[in-house]
């Protein structure tokens, strides 16, 4: 896959993911390896700034949560109102770009 269209949607990945349920950075990762059969794998200097840039803006709330399987606390994302409305923009905006591009082919 060419990685500058994966650049180019990761905000739009990651509130997709996010849109099913809150997760933290690792399992986000994992969920989006393996809904796309592992064609999009998220690395750590992706996956923080983003999820970084997308709290900044109001998209996502996080709180610490300590896991099951016991070890420090970890930062989970949850998807904001603003984060949903967000993603029905974006997700507009690719559909409305698809259809011009398949026009194309």
Known sequence: MDIN???GNLDLILLSVLER???YGLDLAKRVQALTDGA????????YPALHR???AGF???SETTLARGGPPV???VLTDA??????RRREGYSAFD???RSLW
């Not at 999009?40 to 996956?47: E, Q, V």
């Not at 984060?83 to 029905?88: P, S, T």
Request: aromatic share 6%; net charge positive.
């Open 99 to 101: 259809r011009v591009l």
């Open 83 to 88: 984060g949903r409305a967000e993603l029905v």
């Open 21 to 23: 349920e809150s997760g």
């Open 5 to 7: 269209l994966f650049k």
């Open 54 to 56: 997308l709290e900044r």
């Open 75 to 77: 930062r989970t994302y």
């Open 60 to 62: 996502l709330q996080t």
């Open 40 to 47: 999009i794998t998220l690395n750590a200097g992706s996956l």
